[in-house]
């Protein structure tokens, strides 16, 4: 029967097991080191952003597949446990997503993904899928699923939100039907081909790819927060110092936030026009920013995912910061 709900926020994307392993610091080519134990987790940027949203009270649905394995239940029951609506997952003969992972000392991740039945998703997936406010859309499933998926939900009215990571070339034409483009500097990089080496660049690069028919770029700066390009201005808000344990799934925290705290400014669609709208965009990456901070602090992807009520109490706590 057809799922006639519309949901405040929509993931079209990956599931992955995370096979995760720390290590002292990341061998070089043709070394052996050794780590700790191996940790399965549920990731993949789709899903993670799914129950990102969801832990902030977002009504959500998550559009994606897994492979016929012991990956697959593990991944669609943990969405479940995390209230995101998990009917348009579908079940391919292959192997599930997986990404091997691996953690080093001071944090940081290097990470090599085996697509799986994330490859498979396509426009029959997409045409089938629910209304929503919010699309959240990523590289980890086929390019020109990720393009028809902006095309059907933008010519709805949707707010189409793009994560362009993995970073990779994109079509032209995908520009014109998303409204928020979320990159890091790597990824802002590559898709405006030019260099990104501090916020000068980033404006510059952003504003290349504004004239392409985005309507706001938000360009994650990891440690340094957060930069906000719109035609009209560019807005700098600062994140959270905290002890990072694994950055992994800090940018689908920040993205879950995001989207959970623009659900309020929907209905007047793209927050641009007014000094408000300007100021509550503001206090929406600010609120993502606190989720990304919050997520470095524990290991896993989906584990590490806050709860509203902790993302409030660390507010709460946290002086404002944004300039
Ligand atoms: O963004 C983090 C995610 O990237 C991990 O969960 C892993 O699955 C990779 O897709």
């Known amino acids: 029967m057809a799922d006639k709900t519309k949901y405040d ?6 599931l992955n097991a995370d096979l995760v392993v720390r290590a002292p610091r990341f061998p070089q080519p043709g070394e052996t080191i050794s780590g700790g134990d191996l940790l399965t987790i549920p990731g993949g940027k789709g899903a993670n952003q799914a129950v990102a949203a969801a832990r902030q009270g977002a009504n959500v649905a998550m559009v994606g597949r897994v492979g016929k394995d012991n990956f697959a239940p593990f991944l669609i029951e943990n969405l479940n446990a995390n209230q995101v609506n998990t009917l348009h997952v579908s079940q391919d003969n292959l192997a599930s997503g997986t990404a091997i992972i691996i953690v080093d000392e001071n944090g940081q991740n290097s990470i090599v993904i085996s697509p799986g039945a994330n490859g498979k998703v396509d426009a029959q997936d997409v045409d089938s899928a629910p209304d929503a406010k919010i699309l959240l859309l990523q590289f980890e499933i086929p390019m020109e699923t990720a393009l028809h998926a902006a095309k059907r939900y933008k010519a709805n009215g949707t707010t189409v939100i793009l ?15 998303v409204d928020i483009l979320v990159p890091n500097e790597s990824e802002l990089s590559l898709l405006a081909d030019m260099p990104v080496t501090d916020e000068k660049s980033a404006e510059l690069a952003a504003q290349e790819i504004l004239k392409q028919g985005v309507k706001i770029v938000i360009v994650t700066l990891g440690s340094k927060g957060a930069l906000i390009i719109t035609n009209s201005q560019a807005t700098h808000v600062e994140t959270f110092n905290v002890d990072v344990v694994d950055s992994t799934a800090a940018g689908d925290a920040f993205i879950g936030g995001l989207a959970s705290k623009l659900l309020n400014l929907e209905s007047s669609g793209v927050p641009l026009n007014t000094k408000q709208q300007a100021a509550q965009l503001q206090n929406a990456v600010r609120y993502g920013c606190a989720c990304g901070a919050l997520a470095a602090t524990k290991l896993g992807a989906q584990p590490s995912l806050p709860r509203k009520d902790e993302v409030e109490a660390f507010l709460n706590q946290s002086p404002t910061t944004d300039s």
Not at 163 to 177: C, G, K, V
């Open 9 to 14: 926020v929509l993931v079209i994307g990956s």
């Open 163 to 177: 994560n362009p990571a993995p970073a990779r070339q994109i079509p032209d034409e995908l520009f014109a039907h």
